[in-house]
């Protein structure tokens, strides 16, 4: 397994244990991986797309200057990504060349979106394809919606009653397609229906600004999820937690990954029940599930806060 970790300060490639740097020159947004092909979004360089494995990094003309929030592949390998101000481009070439959307900025919620850090915009924070239709993704806005499309991008399905308005991931599962996980500002959301109802099962939880969640591959009832009190403690101040919640059950807190300088994890879910979790405390792997966990690397900078993570066989 390789891992592709995401911080501010550049992108380190794990395998076996090693720890390599790659693009220390830019800052990191998100990660995405298709075979060879690895793509990194940074916030002032655009896209860096591999083509040997994460080896070597080139730019991306179409996205010389943009910032890059969200990367995303489809399951027919469409490779999607989200900008700041909110936009989704699509690529059918690998990542070579990219093009826009309709615009997400059409909605008619889009008047109510904001970045409270920056409350003059707004980008997409996550996207997520559909397991089982290339055509159908789950675009989440920071802040203020969750939005679908079923044709690409080509319309775009308005955010419900109900549903998330700051989700920071969306997870999905192959064995459950219709089913999607939302860790959220406002809490943590589940939809059963591909996002036209929503629950918050959050009994348990002693945290509600959610930042990441993942569903193990073997169950898709097995979730783990990180969380916080609020945006300071998960980016910056620390006190960060990771929960676990099997089906029938509430929300428990694993202390394997704890303290109070973590930051909130990036989650991922690997082969069976295994999940990683990235963090300033280091790639941490658990086989059962979220139960027990195991430090797999720290190579970086321990104050900084991860920005994204995936995975290669």
């Given at each position: 397994m390789k891992a592709f970790c995401a911080f501010p300060s550049g992108l380190f490639v794990v395998e076996d244990g090693e720890v390599r740097e790659r693009l220390g020159d830019v800052t990191p947004t998100c990660v995405a991986v298709s075979?060879?092909?690895?793509?990194?979004?940074?916030?002032?360089?655009?896209?860096?797309?591999s083509v040997d494995g994460g080896e070597s990094f080139h730019r991306v003309a179409d996205f010389e200057r943009a910032h890059v929030t969200a990367l995303a592949v489809g399951p027919d390998g469409t490779w999607w990504a989200g900008t700041e101000p909110s936009a989704l481009y699509r690529s059918d070439d690998g990542g070579r060349a990219w093009r826009e959307t309709a615009p997400l900025t059409n909605l008619d919620s889009?008047?109510?979106?904001?970045?409270?850090?920056?409350?003059?915009?707004?980008?997409?924070?996550?996207?997520?394809p559909r397991p089982d239709d290339g055509d159908a993704l789950a675009v989440a806005i920071?802040?203020?919606?969750?939005v679908r499309t079923t044709?690409?991008?080509?319309?775009?399905?308005?955010?419900?009653?109900g549903g998330p308005l700051d989700a920071h991931t969306i997870a999905t599962h192959p064995g459950t397609p219709d089913r999607l996980y939302a860790a959220a500002?406002?809490?943590?959301?589940?939809?059963?229906?591909?996002?036209?109802?929503?629950?918050t099962p959050e009994s348990g939880l002693e945290h509600t600004y959610c930042w990441s969640v993942a569903a193990t591959e073997r169950?898709?009832?097995?979730?783990?999820?990180?969380?916080?009190?609020?945006?300071r403690a998960a980016h910056s101040e620390g006190g960060a937690a990771v929960y676990r919640r099997e089906?029938?059950?509430?929300?428990?807190?694993?202390?394997?990954?704890s303290g109070d300088d973590l930051l909130a994890p990036v989650l991922a879910a690997g082969a069976g029940r295994t999940v990683y979790a990235l963090s300033n405390h280091g790639l941490h792997r658990s086989t059962d599930g979220g139960r027990t966990w195991r430090r797999v690397?720290?190579?970086?900078a321990p104050e900084e806060r991860a920005t994204g993570l995936a995975l290669a066989p």
């Open positions: 075979g060879d092909t690895v793509c990194c979004g940074t916030s002032d360089a655009g896209i860096r797309r889009s008047d109510e979106w904001s970045f409270p850090p920056r409350p003059d915009t707004h980008h997409v924070r996550w996207v997520r920071e802040a203020g919606a969750l044709d690409g991008g080509d319309t775009w399905r308005e955010r419900v009653p500002g406002d809490g943590y959301h589940e939809s059963p229906d591909w996002g036209e109802t929503w629950e169950d898709p009832d097995t979730r783990v999820l990180s969380a916080a009190s609020g945006p089906a029938g059950t509430d929300w428990t807190r694993v202390p394997a990954i690397a720290l190579g970086y």
